[in-house]
């Protein structure tokens, strides 16, 4: 068996590059703690600063807008969060109010519905987290439990508790630690209680509270991996199965809890390459290939999971099923590559409180393991499962484990142990088939009506001994070679259920043999009679936070296509694609960045990228194309500017989306390693080392034929490099790192310098090769002289407008030109870009060829149909349709811009996007002569069209801050008449 050397490929990444070391501050500074609450706050405050000197800086929010009628911040939205964040990056947030505030405060005239409130907390813990800090949340007091006149509505304890399961759903949805501040979900409802009243009313109580707050502080701030639970995973043993590869391993520990009530029970676990854990014979968790793909070597993610539901006194068992995954491929059918970390192995640690004290459960020598019924999985390959194999109640108390093996304590691969704080993998819907159709050699084609990641899922009935065997493909009739699941019956009298647990793959047809369906079955064929099939659609489970539609149904249609695509790809990296590669080549994370995050909640995704980035890093600072790095590729595949940039890009797009300057520091040390990189390939002229360019830009006469055909590949290089060295200096500026922020100006200088020696032509004003790409990447990034700007405008629309419209940029400059025309003005090329059926483009692939997702090609169906690169024109739907952006120098949303792009034969449109600082909703449409704007919002400047006739309002720029929660105002609506396109 080959295998990759992976220790070898990936190395150190912590060296400080030339000139960082002055700029990095010596003194040991305090964590930041903020406590944000009502005026219950106000009295234990003081007492946690005093008991928390020394260990921490805590801090109150300044004022009282959150007391009595001037606050509640989840009837306020995201209101005051700004106010009280500051400019602070703080390490621990502490946030104290919820439920009072949508139900207590009777004389707002709002929607005070759980399910209201359970969408407004989601926004507000959104934005918090976005913060980077570690997040506790304290219950607040049960239904007006204080004197009589503070309140004025009565409800149940049954309402009473659907307010606090929908917040107990934000915060376990957003991994937020839960601190029961006033025993709301003690079944007593008194753990704190001192008389008549509740605690906080009594100084003796409002101590007690001190002390839990300080506590639970404490408790985040010393466990340095998670804010989801502080477990010590990391004093666990890995263990394995002793002996051979062969079938996937199943492990088994019994133990006993005395007659107690359990109070709380929390696990974490790291099983690689990937995990099912149970409890007592159930399936922990929804999670689908926990954990997330890493370079194992430098990080190894474990999850946390809350089973206090599922324990009992007595004896209890937990129970793992282990797979491959990425960390373990070692071929036997279709792969990618070939590669290992050693064979499958976990560590877990689960810590149960019963009675006031807690017990701690570990991995360690004493576990049982055992071969499990799964006898071939591979991430790329499928999966087979023999039913006969199956050990019924082996999770489970009462089995009998004597034949079962000791583990074996195991080294772990190397990483360091993280909480896993992206997004899980799920199931996201289920689909039943569109047709099935025998075919003539007997098997079943099976059509689910679209290209989608995901597993087949069968149910199937007949004798012990027979096999099912289940083929998957793209194209119709070309099964996908080397990728399979197999299913060996048990003969169980009841219908069978198989899905693989530990592989998934891209297909839109089954093909299935073994088996018959419908019609065909008949008591005296013997063969396994098929009762259910279908597939299982697997994606990250990031919220979706935004919308889009108009009135031209191709741009409706565009966008589906291009959200199933993404939906796909959003794996635990952004892979490329859910079939033959499943890598996360980094170009496609910071191009289709805005596109993705207008409409997925992925912070923690995008920070995880970041990490990947870090661990990908060699020695020399250069960054790979791919990360992790499971596999080495050569030339530009390996090394090429657009792709390696994310490690710089990332960072900055995380700050600016969601406000969070945390990143930046964190990530510092890997942009500037990478920068300083890449500025040491430029040769005499500054060139710098080109890699894969303008990766498949197109021409009429070779279609895409992959590397850049139109454009030097120092092009783009030297636009990546530019940018890098801008965002590093704003970086270094926010960090006070003055030498830090002259190096990084002066790089600048050089590159913008020698880009236009090389490559601007003054006289004829243009750029290069002339080619779309070239032009509108210096445009977009500002390398142009800026008396010419509008000269090399005006030679990009004239050289689109030759080529009929049709767009020749390859994945990377198709973002920068769309970016570039509609930062300009000229939307209106754009939308005419766009509105064509003839190729290339997504209009060719959804009317000429009937595809769903995007391929990989904008002329033809490529090699792969399920593609995420291209799909950029998301970001120009939100940013210029709807007109959603941020004003300059804004981060975070907190000051947004609508200023929308009206096309002349455009109807209407409308769309929302749920921001770091709350909903922004927008909705325009034509009534005759006049279009009719809709905005919704917490605080949004609305910019006019310029140079327009008979607008009747004034001034051109409106400012609405509204003083209600946006939700409950009616619409604000401005009228403007005879509206042509721009």
């Keep these: 068996m080959k295998k990759l050397l992976i220790a070898a490929l990936l190395l150190s990444v912590f060296n400080l590059p030339v000139g960082m070391a002055k700029d990095t501050p010596t003194e040991v500074q305090l964590p930041k703690v903020l406590i944000i609450g009502d005026s219950i706050s106000l009295g234990y405050t003081p007492s ?19 007391i009595g009628p001037n606050g509640g911040p989840t009837m306020r939205g995201v209101k005051y969060i700004d106010d009280w964040l500051g400019e602070t990056q703080w390490d621990v947030i502490h946030f104290n109010w919820g439920l009072w505030d949508m139900y207590g405060w009777h004389y707002e005239k709002v929607d005070r519905s759980p399910p209201e409130y359970e969408k407004r907390l989601d926004i507000l813990v959104r934005r918090l987290k976005q913060t980077g800090a570690k997040l506790i949340w304290a219950t607040t007091t049960p239904a007006c439990p204080g004197p009589e006149n503070l309140c004025k509505i009565k409800i149940s304890k049954e309402t009473e508790r659907e307010y606090l399961d929908a917040a107990l759903r934000v915060m376990k949805k957003h991994g937020v630690k839960v601190n029961d501040l006033y025993g709301f979900m003690d079944p007593q409802r008194q753990k704190y209680a001192l008389g008549d009243n509740d605690v906080h009313f009594t100084r003796e109580g409002s101590g007690k509270l001190a002390e839990q707050v300080a506590k639970h502080i404490r408790d985040v701030l010393t466990d340095a991996n998670t804010q989801e639970c502080a477990i010590p995973i990391a004093g666990a043993k890995w263990i394995g199965a002793p002996g051979e590869q062969g079938p996937l391993p199943i492990f088994r520990k019994s133990f006993l809890l005395n007659d107690d009530a359990i109070a709380s029970a929390r696990v974490a676990i790291c099983g690689l390459g990937h995990f099912e854990l149970s409890v007592n014979g159930n399936k922990v968790g929804d999670h689908f290939l926990d954990p997330p793909w890493s370079d194992y070597a430098e990080t190894c993610y474990y999850v946390c999971f809350d089973v206090t539901e599922l324990l009992n006194p007595g004896e209890n068992v937990l129970g793992v099923m282990l797979g491959n995954g990425m960390y373990n491929v070692t071929g036997g059918r279709y792969t990618k590559f070939v590669g290992s970390y050693g064979p499958p192995r976990l560590t877990l640690c689960m810590m149960v409180s019963q009675g006031g004290t807690e017990k701690v459960i570990t991995s360690e020598k004493s576990w049982k393991t055992d071969a499990g019924p799964i006898t071939f999985s591979c991430i790329y390959g499928g999966e087979d499962y023999d039913a006969r194999k199956e050990q019924p109640g082996w999770d489970k108390p009462g089995f009998d484990d004597s034949r079962w093996q000791q583990v074996k304590v195991v080294d772990g691969p190397g990483g360091t142990l993280r909480p896993a704080t992206s997004p899980p993998i799920k199931i996201v819907r289920h689909l039943e088939p569109v047709s099935v159709t025998k075919l003539k050699d007997g098997r079943y084609e099976v059509d689910l009506g679209e290209n989608l990641s995901a597993r087949p899922v069968i149910k199937v ?122 890598l996360g080549w980094l170009e496609v994370s910071h191009l289709m960045g805005p596109s993705i995050l207008f409409n997925y909640d992925m ?139 002259r190096k990084w100006e002066g790089l600048a200088q050089e590159v913008r310098r020698d880009f236009l ?34 000269a090399v405008l005006a030679n990009l629309v004239a050289n689109i407008e030759r080529s009929q419209y049709r767009q020749s940029t390859g994945e990377v400059s198709f973002r920068y030109l769309v970016l570039a025309l509609a930062q300009a003005g000229r939307s209106d090329v754009v939308y005419r870009m766009i509105n064509r059926t003839d190729a290339p483009g997504y209009g060719c692939m959804l009317k000429q060829y009937g595809l769903k ?66 909903r922004i909703e927008v909705a325009w449409v034509r009534k005759g002569e006049i279009v009719e704007l809709t905005v919704n919002a917490e605080k949004a400047e609305v910019i006019l069209p310029k140079g327009r006739k008979n607008i009747n309002v004034v001034p051109k720029k409106i400012k609405m801050n509204f003083k209600k929660s946006a939700a409950n105002l009616p619409p604000h609506s401005l009228t403007i008449n005879n509206v042509p396109a721009r």
């Design 48 to 66: 946690v600063i005093e008991m928390l000197k020394g260990e921490a800086e805590v801090v109150h929010h300044k004022g009282n807008k959150s």
């Design 461 to 582: 009935k007949g004798n012990a001994g027979r096999r099912v065997t289940i083929e998957v493909a793209e194209r119709k009739g070309e099964p996908w070679k080397g990728h399979s699941y197999s299913y060996t019956l048990k003969g169980d009298a009841q219908p069978e259920y198989f899905a693989p647990r530990f592989t998934y793959f891209g297909f839109q047809y089954l093909y299935l043999s073994g088996a018959v369906w419908g019609d065909d079955v008949t008591d005296a064929s013997g063969v396994p009679e098929l009762v259910g099939i279908g597939a299982d659609f697997l994606s990250s489970c990031g919220p979706r936070i935004g919308s889009f539609a108009c009135s031209n149904p191709l741009f409706n249609q565009i966008d589906d296509m291009i959200d199933r695509s993404v939906a796909s790809n959003l794996q635990h990296v952004l892979t490329d694609c859910p079939h033959r590669e499943k």
């Design 603 to 741: 912070g923690g995704l995008y920070r995880k990228i970041c990490r990947d980035t870090t661990d990908a890093q060699l020695e020399n600072g250069l960054v790979p194309d791919i990360a992790p790095e499971f596999v080495r590729f050569n030339g530009g595949f390996f090394e090429s500017p657009e792709w390696g940039s994310a490690s710089v890009q990332l960072p900055w797009l995380i700050h600016h989306w969601y406000g969070d300057g945390r990143i930046l520091s964190e990530q510092y040390q890997t942009m500037a390693r990478y920068a300083d990189y890449l500025a040491g390939t430029r040769n005499q002229e500054g060139l710098v080392k080109g890699g894969l360019g303008d990766w498949y830009d197109w021409t009429e006469e070779k279609g895409h034929v992959g590397h850049s055909q139109l454009t030097p590949s120092e092009l783009p290089a030297m636009c990546m490099l530019y940018d890098n060295a801008r965002i590093l200096k704003k970086a270094a500026a926010m960090q006070g790192m003055t030498d830090q922020v």
């Design 757 to 790: 020696a090389a490559w601007y032509d003054k006289t004829n004003k243009t750029v290069a090769t002339g080619s779309q790409c070239a032009l509108a990447m210096g445009l977009y990034f500002d390398l142009v002289p800026t008396e010419d700007r509008d």
């Design 853 to 918: 997702t995007l391929s990989e090609r904008w002329d033809r169906p490529g090699s792969s149909l399920n593609h995420c690169m291209f799909g950029h024109i998301q970001e120009w739907f939100q940013k210029y349709l709807l007109g959603i952006r941020q004003a300059p120098g804004s981060t975070g949303y907190q000051k947004v811009l609508i200023d929308p792009f009206i096309p002349d034969d455009l109807q209407w449109a409308k769309g929302s996007f749920d921001s770091p600082n709350g």
